[in-house]
């Protein structure tokens, strides 16, 4: 017995929820999404909202060179094929490239505010990379039009009324002159916005929120505190589910699909435990609700899973008494290194964050590496940013008394405390240094790449990212393979069906996002590298749906 029943149905909120939705509502389908959060969003809403889309209409608009053929062969470079990794096949790379840059045309159709930023470079230095980067962002958006939904969106990262670029820029603010007008002009907007009653939200917040917008006024239905316990199944199709809502279950069936875009696993111990041995959940930057439920219920009607040992990865450090994992990304910057236990450089400290926490971890199974030590020197402390804090030696007390940071006079003293060996330390820092005094990096090749040189000091003229460790008191914080969410789950095919191990299709399933198998494999190839894809594969999804059901 059924107690309603839509066109279709999608688990979850997040960004690619509303895309989907926006499609099929254009096509005047009925569209349900439910939500287990009491607010809409997912860790969409939470995070930078950037979307890596090649061959974009901003870029176009631009000048700045792409091609399908070009992101093609970026992604067979930095992606490339592996039999274990089925959702980053060849067939899926072509379909995720040809369908990206239609997906954004889409939205900016519904009136979707977009914009590029304009320097993001791909993470990869290898064939049919893109140095000005293949990022699109939101707009700033004015959260008061969602009226009575507003109280209901999750809350940004960033609670000021300024571009992602714009805020990348305002640790430099204090050394720059264009910093500091960047700074004022933010300043003006925020009191003009309180003057005149706006409430601007941007990043990820704005993306949420503009899409939830338009999908509100596209007449979605949507239901928060309605978790999803079961998929229903009749003759091997989706037909449907069930969920829960005020203690009371409800089976509402879907004619044309259902669409799981509920988030991954990092927040759920026991599946880490399973797939991810020896990552911890509370390093994870996701919102609590990650915990993957969905992935397992299309296991339990036989839905395929792969890739379940990959996370898209940011380094992290834990503070006292912090609600949240605090990012600690500026390991790219110069008179810095990253050692393990022993004391000893193992990696390019300013490759993608992914590909970093993965070298913590493939190291930790070698020497103890997790934590790993940040070292650097006053020069550091001084210049840049250190764990979301603005640079400048005043930092909390309650890192210190924790040890969340540690301070000395000497590197000796520093290796004392942290319980590494004074001379090996010594010795990683003397090495280190005499490259950087010639401006190389002759062990990791650190600052030969474009990401490098962006993600470095940008107000140096040469070697962004190498400066020697040699000014007094110097510092060290531990450093955790965080994460913004897995990377694994339902396998799915080139129109985001949910398919089986012996790859045949479960008719009237679709998945995206982070309960998929990710198209990026083990990579990331650029900023947005999840956020895209997902939005990507659910509107791949929606036309399928609309295709199958007029055929």
């Known amino acids: 017995m059924t107690d309603e029943t839509f066109d279709f149905i999608v688990v979850g909120s997040g960004a690619g929820s509303m895309c989907a939705a926006l499609v099929l509502r254009g096509a005047g389908k009925s569209v349900l999404i439910l939500e287990k959060a009491e607010l809409v969003g997912g860790t969409t809403a939470t995070s ?23 992101a093609i062969a970026y992604m067979d470079a930095a992606v490339g094929d592996h039999a274990d990794r089925p959702g980053a096949s060849r067939e899926r790379r072509a379909a995720f490239v ?28 290898v064939a049919g990379a893109s140095v000005p980067g293949r990022t699109v962002v939101s707009e700033l958006f004015d959260a008061r039009q969602l ?89 091997g199709r989706v037909v449907g589910v069930i969920t829960q809502k005020d203690g009371q279950a409800r089976r509402i069936a879907a004619r044309l699909g259902v669409l799981i875009n509920a988030g991954g696993f990092a927040r759920n111990q026991r599946m880490l435990d399973q797939y991810q041995s020896g990552v911890k959940a509370e390093w994870s930057s996701v919102i609590e609700e990650d915990l993957g439920e969905m992935i397992e219920a299309g296991q339990k009607i036989g839905a395929a899973v792969a890739q379940m040992d990959q996370r898209v990865g940011m380094q992290i450090t834990l503070p006292p008494g912090a609600k949240r994992v605090k990012p600690n990304l500026d390991t790219s910057k110069p008179h810095c ?12 400290e300013s490759g993608a964050p992914t590909d970093i926490c993965r070298k913590m971890l493939e190291r930790n199974a070698q020497v103890p590496a997790v934590p790993s030590y940040l070292i650097a020197d006053s020069q550091y402390i001084n210049t840049y940013m250190l764990a979301g804090s603005m640079p400048g030696p005043k930092k909390p007390q309650a890192w210190l008394d924790s040890k969340t940071l540690l301070k000395a006079d000497s590197i ?32 990791f090749h650190r600052g030969e790449h474009a990401f490098d040189e962006w993600s470095g000091d940008p107000l140096k003229a040469d070697a962004k ?24 789950g339902l396998v799915t095919d080139t129109a985001a069906r949910v398919l089986r191990a ?9 998945a995206t996002g982070t309960s998929t198998a990710s198209v990026m494999g ?22 399928h749906a609309l295709a199958a059901a007029a055929s």
């Open 412 to 443: 000796d003293e520093l290796a004392t405390q942290c319980g590494i060996d004074a001379a090996a330390l010594r010795a990683t820092v003397e090495r280190y240094n005499a490259g950087a005094r010639r401006g190389v990096d002759e062990d």
């Open 522 to 543: 083990a990579v990331e190839g650029g900023p947005g590298g999840s956020i895209g894809p997902t939005m990507t594969w659910a509107y791949l999804a929606a036309r």
């Open 147 to 235: 009226g009575e939904w507003r109280s209901k969106l999750r809350p940004g990262f960033l609670p000021l009324p300024a571009n992602l670029d714009e805020a990348m820029q305002l640790p430099l603010m204090k050394r720059s002159k264009a910093a500091k007008k960047v700074l004022f002009r933010v300043i003006g907007r925020a009191l003009a916005d309180k003057l005149i009653g706006k409430q601007r939200v941007t990043a990820g917040a704005a993306l949420q929120a503009q899409l939830l917008n338009a999908a509100l006024k596209a007449g979605t239905e949507i239901r928060l505190q309605s978790p999803v316990t079961e998929l229903i199944v009749e003759g």
């Open 98 to 125: 040809d369908a990206a840059p239609q997906m954004i045309d889409f939205l900016v159709e519904k009136g979707i505010r977009l914009r590029r930023l304009p320097s993001y470079p791909d993470h990869y230095s």
């Open 48 to 70: 930078g909202g950037v979307m890596w889309i090649p061959n974009n209409r901003y870029m176009k608009a631009a000048g700045v060179p792409d091609s399908r053929e070009q």
């Open 465 to 488: 990212t190498i400066g020697t460790i040699e000014q007094g008191p110097y510092y060290a914080m531990p450093m955790y393979p965080g994460d913004v969410s897995t990377f694994g």
């Open 502 to 510: 012996d790859g045949s299709v479960i008719a009237g399933l679709y």
């Open 337 to 348: 290194i990253v050692v393990d236990q022993s004391g000893v450089r193992y990696m390019r």
